[in-house]
């Protein structure tokens, strides 16, 4: 989940950029910020990932039109540790922060558009804190179960409507501005060696909201972060009970809870509580990470 490691990754990239001192100096901006970040116990490294995949659009429930299958490609910038504490005995812990820019067409994508859906063009951006375990050696090649949250803003382009008002009055909603949206992704990467250079396989799901509410939001925030986060606090003691099962026994907690906590959000925006409808994008994507 976004914790204040992600915050204060937030705040050093606004320092920087209003920072006149960056002309005149030979440090890059990844030295800069990797200066807030590096501990003796965790050494940063700057990546980059690239990822494209399906993904379906969809509400819950009142809404009987379909959408055409986009293709989604996004990018993501970032630092990626390991955890020196926690990474021993063959068993990784990593955690990353990035901000990303990402793209949903129903259009730039290899199979054939039909004629009788809902054409769309999605472009979002914002922020994710990824984490997870893994089994393998620092120094050598390694599988990695891998977590990530995100927060961000999501600007809808609806190509064409329905004949449906109903369904028309609600893809409305989702086009006149940008809105606020949540996601969840899970995954498994295989890391080629020592650093980040990886292929991941993951799992997404984004719930966007067009009539965002911060009060009924931050309850249920503080909800999914409970349960996402509690058991961060004992790694240690899990690890000394489980061993080697604990990085896939951790991933599957955190998956589980963020999905069904999402399958309900796609039901009710700010389950528990009652919100208005939001839209749903599930997807697939394939991604590969190198450091730069």
């Not at 030979?26 to 200066?35: A, G, V």
């Not at 993501?76 to 504490?85: C, E, H, I, M, V």
């Not at 067409?105 to 199979?111: A, D, E, L, V």
């Not at 990824?130 to 609806?158: A, P, T, Y």
Request: charged share 20%; with cysteine.
């Amino acid at each position: 989940m976004i914790n204040n490691r992600f915050c204060l990754f937030v705040i050093s990239l606004i320092i920087i950029s209003q920072s006149n001192s960056l002309s005149e100096e030979d440090n890059s901006i990844s030295e800069i910020i990797s200066r807030y970040f590096n501990t003796d116990e965790n050494v940063n490294i700057p990546l980059l990932e690239l990822s494209y995949g399906p993904e379906k659009n969809s509400f819950y429930s009142g809404f009987n039109s379909s959408f055409e299958l986009n293709y989604g490609t996004e990018i993501q910038y970032g630092f990626f540790r390991y955890d020196k504490k926690l990474s021993k005995n063959g068993i990784l812990y990593f955690s990353s922060e990035r901000a990303f820019f990402g793209n949903s067409s129903s259009r730039f994508k290899p199979t054939s558009v039909s004629d009788h859906t809902i054409k769309s063009e999605m472009y979002r951006y914002g922020g994710i804190y990824n984490n997870g375990f893994g089994l393998g050696e620092e120094r050598g090649s390694k599988f990695l179960f891998s977590h990530s949250s995100s927060i961000m803003q999501v600007q809808s382009d609806i190509e064409n409507f329905t004949y449906n008002e109903n369904d028309n009055r609600l893809l409305y909603e989702f086009e006149t501005e940008t809105n606020f949206a949540m996601g969840y992704s899970s995954g498994v990467l295989y890391v080629f060696g020592e650093g980040v250079t990886s292929l991941e396989l993951k799992y997404q799901h984004n719930v966007i909201w067009s009539n965002f509410q911060f009060v009924e939001w931050s309850g249920s925030w503080v909800i999914e972060n409970l349960l996402q986060r509690t058991p961060d606090l004992f790694h240690e003691y899990f690890i000394s009970k489980l061993g080697g099962y604990y990085p896939l026994v951790y991933f599957v907690y955190k998956t589980g809870v963020s999905y069904l906590i999402y399958e309900a959000r796609s039901k009710d925006s700010f389950w528990p509580f009652k919100g208005s409808k939001s839209l749903t994008q599930r997807g697939v994507r394939l991604g590969i990470k190198f450091a730069l």
